[in-house]
């Protein structure tokens, strides 16, 4: 018998598991873009998403970022502070109280997001691009469909 057979044992096949199948899309699609800003600007995946969130939703706290994005707490925490740290983002208290803190891109972190957003929205039309508009249309609404009750899961109020 080989090594590689596992008689006692059922392994995922994680080449048909669909989580599996998302992460690898999601990180190659993902890392598509970063190779255009990680060396012209030195920034990380997660900086990107975290200025991404900024500009959208400004005066976000650093929770309400990790919520946004659905990344582990202590990697947006990393992030933002060396955002902070290269005068990319700033970071405020909440009418005075020191244990809230809001935040929101400064102008240097907007002439790198102006600068990124376009790559990035150029790449994800290359990537559409190989779909037919029907199949497009139809990854919207599976992708809507299935992230709908990301935010009632998340605060315990789901189906399941």
């Known amino acids: 018998m080989s090594p590689h057979q596992h008689l006692d044992h059922a392994p995922l096949e994680l080449e048909n598991f669909l989580p599996y199948r998302l992460s690898i899309l999601s ?11 990680q060396q012209r600007h030195d920034l990380s995946v997660t900086e990107w998403r975290v200025m991404a969130v900024l500009a959208r939703f400004e005066g976000l706290s650093a929770r ?3 919520e946004r994005t ?13 955002l902070v ?4 983002v700033s970071r405020d208290t909440h009418d005075g109280d020191k244990r809230r803190s809001v935040l929101g891109l400064t ?14 929205r150029a790449h994800e039309r290359e990537l559409l ?3 037919e508009p029907e199949e497009q249309m139809w990854l919207q609404r599976i992708l809507d469909k299935l992230l709908r009750d990301r935010g009632n899961r998340e605060r315990g109020t789901g189906n399941g």
Do not use: C, F
């Open 27 to 37: 990180n190659t699609v993902s890392q598509g873009i970063a190779n255009d800003y």
């Open 85 to 88: 740290e290269a005068g990319r």
């Open 129 to 131: 691009a190989r779909l």
């Open 64 to 66: 309400e970022v990790a």
């Open 107 to 120: 102008e240097a972190g907007w002439k790198v997001h102006d600068e990124v957003a376009p790559l990035a």
């Open 70 to 82: 659905a990344m582990d707490k202590v990697a947006v925490s990393r992030a933002l502070a060396r």
